[in-house]
């Protein structure tokens, strides 16, 4: 059985702990864009560091996340591929 390898993003902003990447994808009617979003947080101790990812943000990450998420959707506002979404 053979594996898939994923395609990396095609733009990728971190600010901080804070992560947003914009994908391409094939749909059946064409090519899209989408935006994921992580952030990062240490569950084990500043010396022997285990990272790990999370979906939901603290209150105090989300003017970082909102900073990275703007850099992906200017990234998707100015790529030919997404132009003719409005």
């Not at 971190?14 to 240490?42: H, P």
């Not at 989300?62 to 959707?73: F, G, T, Y």
Request: aromatic share 10%; with cysteine.
């Amino acid at each position: 059985m053979s594996e898939t390898k994923k395609a990396p993003p095609v733009f990728k902003s971190k600010i901080g702990t804070c992560e947003a990447a914009v994908w391409q994808q094939d749909g059946k009617n064409g090519t899209f864009l989408t935006i994921s979003m992580k952030r990062s947080y240490n569950a084990g101790t500043p010396e022997k560091p285990d990272w790990k990812d999370s979906g939901s943000l603290r209150v105090n990450d989300v003017p970082d996340m909102k900073e990275a998420l703007s850099r992906c959707w200017e990234y998707c506002k100015t790529t030919a591929k997404y132009r003719d979404w409005e």
